[in-house]
């Protein structure tokens, strides 16, 4: 089975540009999150969908960030403009959540560096 | 805000030591979820071990241990005669049972560096 496929593995931008990243969960999978790793922070949850419906978003640094789960299949995280300060690694994870916490599978993560 | 706290930010041990990584946790929750993640230098982050508020017993998994204490809120990790492969950042992570807190929440991590 395949894991949690992100995209861009590597994004280099410059500020004021729109960054999107990508997740496919894994199939079957039915929670979604979004994790922002930095040195000085550490692992933040953004927000997290749970059957496509956004749960909890209160993780979202600002309105510049928005993150979207049209299907089970996808999920964008979008950050337009974008500032140096969001240069970060950006996990995505999932698992199933059936009234049971389970174990989260993440990604390799995206490497976004904004100039 | 119930946070996880990893004390320790670095740890350098040799090989063949054993070490153990602190985790204290604060609940509100009745039921709640305890867990350490691994994360080595090539950057995923791998699942360890998943601990149930009700199940206080300590877990063995090879050169792995976890001591659960309920009464100190800590669920501490600790690694038998080390090996350089285990330098990674060991992070602790809780998580409540249910509703909005049904979300992981990890602690800042200890970087783990076992000199040859």
């Known amino acids: 089975d395949a894991g949690v496929i992100q995209s861009p593995r590597h994004e280099v931008t410059e500020m004021g540009q729109e960054v999107t990243l990508r997740c496919k969960p894994i199939?079957?999978?039915?929670?979604l999150f979004w994790y922002r790793q930095t040195m000085m922070r550490g692992l933040e949850l953004l927000i997290y969908f749970n059957n496509n419906v956004p749960i909890d978003d209160s993780g979202m640094p600002e309105d510049r960030f928005s993150a979207k789960m049209p299907n089970a299949s996808f999920s964008t995280l979008k950050i337009q403009p974008s500032e140096p300060r969001d240069s970060a690694v950006y996990f995505c994870a999932s698992r199933i959540d059936r009234g049971q916490t389970g174990e989260l599978f993440f990604g390799e993560g995206s490497r976004l560096t904004v100039l | 805000a119930q946070k996880v706290t990893q004390a320790q930010t670095e740890i350098s041990v040799v090989e063949k030591e054993d070490v153990t990584l602190d985790c204290v946790y604060e609940t509100r929750d009745t039921t709640y979820y305890l867990f350490w993640y691994k994360q080595p230098p090539s950057g995923e982050l791998v699942f360890l071990i998943r601990r149930n508020s009700f199940d206080e017993q300590n877990e063995i998994s090879g050169r792995y241990s976890w001591n659960f204490q309920k009464s100190t809120s800590s669920f501490n990790f600790t690694i038998t005669a080390s090996q350089v492969v285990d330098s990674a950042v060991y992070f602790c992570?809780?998580?409540?049972?249910?509703?909005?807190?049904?979300?992981?929440?990890f602690g800042t991590g200890t970087l783990l560096a076992v000199q040859p």
């Open positions: 992570a809780r998580e409540g049972y249910g509703g909005a807190t049904n979300k992981l929440i």
């Open positions: 199939s079957g999978h039915n929670s």
